[in-house]
């Protein structure tokens, strides 16, 4: 009798042993999911408090925020932006606008302006605009800054995207919405039609940025084009 208690003993250490891994094993995949579930909570909260350019006025606001679109990955948002600016690092705005006049301190020539891109660095951009102007799209166009996001989500809602790759306008979203027919195509929001065509990535964003930078003085309503060099 005594033996066989010393053999269940033995037996029940064996089992106890064999189950410890399993359990250690299933509380690990709980921290685990746990942690997945902490993280994926994060990731959405993060995301519902995206912001978009045209939530703000100027892009010292955009840049104090720092929850939009970065597209060239500088750390400046919003470029496209009236000022007041603030650059990365900052802790003052270069120049002033009073609250109820976002473009205060832009200007607005009467003549086109004529926004010079390298051809050589942006070939692809190039083609795109020769495409699309042969296609009927205005060689002039004009800043409306207001609705640019409401434009550029409408128009590429259904547009494919592709690794490596960016959908690019013409005109550009900021570019359309008030001027001749060709400019305020299609409503809801007003302007948003345009033509698309996928560029490389680097390219298109580099685009942008120096776009931005280059319209930046400019007030909505101000006429300008592309030329390429």
Same mark, same amino acid.
């Given at each position: 009798m005594l033996l066989l208690a010393a053999c269940g003993g033995t037996e029940a250490m064996v089992r106890s042993t064999e189950t410890a891994p399993e359990a250690?094993?299933?509380?690990?995949k709980t921290a685990?999911?746990?942690a997945a579930a902490k993280t994926a909570t994060a990731t959405d909260a993060a995301a519902a408090a995206a912001g978009r350019c045209s939530d703000f006025s100027n892009q010292a606001a955009a840049q104090r925020a720092a929850n939009t679109r970065d597209g060239d990955g500088d750390g400046v948002y919003c470029e496209s932006l009236p000022c007041p600016c603030l650059k990365k690092g900052a802790s003052k705005p !270069?120049?002033?606008a009073a609250p !109820?006049? +976002?473009?205060?301190?832009? /200007?607005? +020539? !009467?003549? /086109?302006?004529? #926004?010079g891109f390298s051809a050589t660095k942006y070939p692809n951009i190039r083609r795109h /605009? =020769?495409?699309? /102007?042969?296609?009927?799209? +205005?060689?002039? =166009? $004009? #800043?409306?800054?207001?609705?640019?996001d409401a434009r550029r989500d409408r128009l590429l809602a259904n547009v494919a995207t592709?690794?490596?790759y960016d959908r690019d306008e013409y005109p550009p979203a900021m570019?359309?919405?008030?001027g001749s027919e060709a400019l305020t195509r299609g409503a809801n929001p007003v302007g948003w039609m345009a033509s698309v065509m996928l560029v490389p990535s680097s390219?298109?964003?580099?685009?942008?940025?120096? $776009?931005? #930078?280059? =319209?930046?003085?400019?007030c909505s309503g101000t006429r300008f084009s592309y030329r390429f060099y």
């Open positions: 250690s094993s299933t509380e690990t685990a999911a746990s !270069s120049g002033t !109820s006049n +976002p473009e205060a301190g832009c /200007v607005k +020539p !009467s003549a /086109v302006q004529q #926004i /605009v =020769l495409r699309a /102007v042969r296609g009927g799209w +205005p060689k002039t =166009l $004009m #800043i409306d800054r207001r609705g640019t592709r690794d490596g570019g359309r919405g008030r390219e298109n964003r580099s685009h942008g940025a120096v $776009m931005g #930078i280059k =319209l930046r003085r400019f």
